[in-house]
């Protein structure tokens, strides 16, 4: 298989290659051939949200992703607007109702801003909704053909957990700025000058690690057999008991991944505790399961790091004792920077056999302690940053408290 076959349509855009995937997402050498639900890599995270102009430009100036396409009243789109944007390979797709009617609306006041749709990018859509039907997975969208005069796109859709959909969609044979409907558009944002004229804006991410989903209790094993039995999942990784547990809240947790480790999917459910745990308070103010964070996959994660909170990103803060513990510094070894610029920014670090990682978590961003962003920069890790979930779950219940909900 070539390199142009082995790579998404975003990954070629963003003129990435294998060898710099395997660093940022842990990409893994995988045949396909064998595979009922061969899954190329992600398409797009779809959004809805509240106000989908004011969200496009926060995500174009505080996280330096780039206005691609549009599609709205003005394109004959009268239901809802939306915007495209892009950072790397990471597409985000921000929907918000025009039309009261709008499904779109009716999503926004149920769960508030959050994602709708994982979409990835099969080889063959036909053949994986076969299978997903066979099986018994829902089929929401039948598969179907949308043409413009950029060619011509195979689109279909599952149901997975809660309100959320896969969108399924191979864009082989199509050119154009996103989907037919989509018209290519910029922003008149001036990032150049709004950093002082310092030079061309570097991205702040360039791949999308991880999505994880938040489930009820009792149903996690129940949606990682959806994926296995689905969509050709393996089990990557699982966490339970003191693995992902405090003194006060309690979770567990397993990572299900296609065949190249592209898309990977950690999915968690509450665990019986003294208080609510994290996912017991997503799932309130969700309204339900859903995506509860997604995990983007940087290179130089401090300057990200520097560049957001100059922009008035918050992250979860750190204690210094996690940085003095004698146990950290001998587990962790030699990393690419000082433990004490990790700490100055309260970036978390973790090493397995493979090698390690950094990483860190933003609060919600959106008015509902919902749905963050984790930024993640691995060197051979192809772990979820185990040895840190405590003091992570210590600073969410740190969080969880000052909002009266632990």
């Known amino acids: 298989m070539s390199l142009q076959e082995t790579l998404t349509s975003e990954e070629r855009l963003a003129e990435l290659d294998l060898d710099t995937l395997k660093q940022l997402v842990g990409l893994v050498e995988y045949d396909d051939h064998e595979d009922p639900f061969p899954v190329t890599g992600w398409d797009a995270a779809v959004w809805a949200v509240g106000n989908a102009t004011q969200s496009a430009h926060f995500f174009v100036s505080a996280f330096g992703m780039e206005l691609v396409a549009y599609s709205g009243p003005e394109t004959g789109n009268r239901d809802h607007v939306a915007f495209v944007l892009r950072s790397g390979a990471v597409r985000f797709v921000l929907k918000g109702g025009v039309d009261p009617s709008s499904p779109i609306l009716d999503h926004h006041r149920k769960h508030g801003d959050g994602i709708v749709d994982i979409a990835l990018e099969v080889p ?20 179907h053909d949308i043409s413009d005069e950029h060619g011509t796109v ?55 690690d991880h999505i994880v989903g938040n489930v009820e209790l009792g149903r996690m094993d129940e949606w990682v057999e959806f994926y296995r039995k689905v969509m050709g999942f393996t089990n990557m990784a699982e966490f339970i008991g003191d693995d992902i547990a405090t003194d006060y809240s309690a979770l567990m947790s397993k990572v299900v991944a296609n065949g190249n480790h592209r898309v990977k999917f950690p999915l968690n459910e509450p665990a019986v505790a003294k208080k609510r745990s994290q996912i017991d308070e997503y799932l309130e103010f969700y309204d339900g399961p859903g995506a509860q964070h997604l995990a983007l996959a940087t290179n130089d994660i401090l300057d990200t790091v520097d560049r957001l909170r100059a922009e008035g990103i918050e992250f979860l803060a750190t204690p210094d004792s996690y940085y003095e513990d004698p146990e950290l510094r001998a587990r962790i070894g030699e990393v690419r920077v000082p433990v004490e610029e990790l700490q100055k920014r309260g970036i978390l670090v973790d090493r397995d056999e493979d090698g390690y990682l950094l990483q860190i978590f933003t609060k919600p961003l959106g008015d509902r302690p919902t749905v963050f962003f984790e930024l993640i920069e691995r060197h051979g890790s192809l772990g979820f940053g185990k040895g840190n979930f405590k003091a992570l779950f210590e600073a969410i219940e740190r969080e969880q408290e000052r909002r009266g909900n632990f």
Not at 194 to 203: K, S
């Open 124 to 143: 063959d859509v036909d053949k994986c909704i076969a299978h997903a039907r066979a099986v018994g997975a829902t089929v929401l969208e039948e598969p």
């Open 154 to 208: 195979r689109v279909a859709a599952i149901a997975t957990y809660g309100d959320t959909r896969h969108s399924l969609v191979d864009r082989s044979r199509y050119d154009g700025p996103y989907l037919p409907g989509y018209v290519a558009r910029s922003s008149g944002f001036d990032r150049l000058n709004r950093r002082g004229g310092e030079g061309a804006p570097r991205r702040l991410f360039q791949a999308l």
